[in-house]
């Protein structure tokens, strides 16, 4: 098992009918890319820069955030690197913010809704993504996402980042533009925000939470904490199948992307691109390359009218059992 896991490393993540899908890693800090190696990954789909910001007093400066993007960039050696916008709020708090008495804090002030009302904290770190940008392909990405306003806003400041720089004269890159999908209202409004966006990276596990209304750092309501929910997965098909008609990627950073039981329904909605714990890499691309696109479409289309969660990985199950 061991050796046929470490000759998948170098073969390409593609069906048997020719579909393509992207297999990245999530890291939390830079080093993670080098541990990630020996799993083959593709690029970074998620890098969750709150590390930056955590055990400090004062935020972090754009030299200390270039010289962390930078080396991701470096790391990756052209591979793509999707770098999030902090996402903080919720149930990370940090000193240096003064933060509101909110009764529903995952329902509050977090992830983006944060970022454009602290300019100074959003402007330092897209001018130290951008400059990042100079020497490897970056994405851009924003959390916590429900309205086109915001959408357009978050565009708005990446590009008066750009201007500054341009301004200055200081070296910057080009880059791709998107947002995670993890409200329902960020999923039913798919097609609005598609055009506002160059991809889309579906946040499975805040998805869930908020779909099923199920804190997902609750022990008490744990057990209905569930990814594979028929109404989450309606949500992820909408997701895929407005980002085909807009002509943009879509994927999936959430753990559910690292769920081999659940990749051929993530490959049947339409995603290009998962991203993952390294480690659930193999096993990933194993399904992948033993699974038909177009069976896994019309899979896809079956699971999302099953009653229940069970149900699905029921079916999911013997449609894997099927196919070895
Ligand atoms: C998610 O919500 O699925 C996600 C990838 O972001 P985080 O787990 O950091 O909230
Ligand atoms: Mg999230």
């Known amino acids: 098992r061991a050796r046929t896991l470490a000759a998948l490393r170098d073969l390409p993540a593609v069906t048997p009918d020719g579909r393509r899908v992207e297999l990245a890693v999530n890291i939390g800090r830079p080093e993670d890319i080098a541990a990630a190696e020996e799993f083959g990954p593709e690029g970074v789909g998620l890098f969750r820069t709150e590390f930056l910001f955590l055990d ?9 955030q270039w010289q962390a993007y930078v080396a991701a960039v470096r790391a990756l050696k052209g591979r793509r690197l999707v770098l999030r916008t902090l996402d903080v709020g919720a149930d990370k708090r940090l000193p240096f913010i003064d933060w ?6 995952a329902l509050g002030w977090r992830g983006a809704r944060l970022s454009l009302e ?56 080009r880059v791709e533009v998107g947002i995670m999908v ?3 209202a960020a999923a039913l409004s798919a097609r609005a925000l598609a055009g506002a966006v160059d991809f889309f990276s579906i946040g499975t596990n805040d998805l869930t939470q908020y779909t099923l209304a199920v804190d997902r750092t609750s022990q008490q309501v744990a057990a209905l904490y569930d990814p594979l929910h028929p109404a989450v997965l309606r949500l992820i098909l909408e997701v895929g199948r407005a ?54 479409r019309q899979l896809a289309g079956e699971l999302v009218n099953l009653p229940t969660g069970d149900e699905v990985r029921r079916r999911l199950r013997s449609f894997l059992a099927e196919r070895g």
């Open 56 to 64: 400090r007093s004062r935020p972090p400066g754009e030299e200390t």
């Open 100 to 105: 509101p008495d909110e009764m529903n804090p």
């Open 118 to 173: 602290r300019p100074d904290l959003l402007q330092t770190q897209l001018r130290a993504m951008l400059r990042a940008a100079a020497e490897g392909p970056v994405s851009v990405m924003f959390p916590m996402v429900t309205t086109l306003e915001e959408v357009r806003r978050l565009r708005h400041a990446v590009e008066e980042a750009a201007a500054s720089l341009e301004r200055e004269g200081v070296a910057h890159g």
């Open 182 to 184: 993890e409200t329902p």
């Open 243 to 296: 980002a085909e008609e807009a002509g943009i990627w879509a994927g999936v950073c959430g753990e559910l992307a690292g769920e081999p039981l659940a990749t051929p329904f993530l490959l049947g909605a339409g995603m290009a691109e998962l991203s993952m714990h390294p480690r659930a890499l193999p096993e990933v691309k194993r399904v992948i390359r033993a699974v038909r696109y177009d069976e896994a």
